[in-house]
């Protein structure tokens, strides 16, 4: 009997070379996706841009700015085939435990009322809302407003 144990999932820094497979996933997963120029601005600024990977596949990708006191999480996906499998459970954790060794205090972050997949995920890691963004997101029509959700770090 032979067993074939996949490598464990690790966190990188996301660099250019990433942004091709990158793209596929956030193209695949978001009727408003994020474009090359949006990721390649966030390299540029500086933010903090991980992929998270197992062996060659990349499961995700987050985004997450650090200014001092406060981080915003600006991006946070995992593949369409590999969700809700606890992937976005172990990455946000490691991007609240990033955030806090960055010093920040509190960690905020935009999600839209239609997306319970994001909420339930936020909500069970202890974010609440403390706001609404009205007309924050592009939607099929108009506009679709985003809860602002809070962690105190
Ligand atoms: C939202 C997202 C990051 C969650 O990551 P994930 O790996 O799929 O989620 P996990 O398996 O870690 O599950 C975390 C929680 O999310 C919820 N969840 C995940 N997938 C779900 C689904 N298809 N439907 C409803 N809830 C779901 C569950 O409540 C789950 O907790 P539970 O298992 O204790 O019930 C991921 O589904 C994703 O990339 N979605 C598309 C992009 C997106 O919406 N990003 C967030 C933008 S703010």
Redesign the pocket.
Known sequence: MSAVLKPLPKLATMTEGDLRSVLEIEEA??EFPWTLGNFRDSLRAGYCCWVDRQGAELI?YAVLMLAGSEAHLL????APH??????????LGKLVGAARAHGARTLF????PS????Q??YT?HGFKQIGVRRGYYPARRGREDALVLALDL
């Open positions: 997963i978001y995700g991006n946070l996906s995992i590999l969700q809700n499998q606890g992937h976005g459970r172990r990455l972050l935009e999600v839209r997306n319970v997949a994001g339930r995920l069970a």
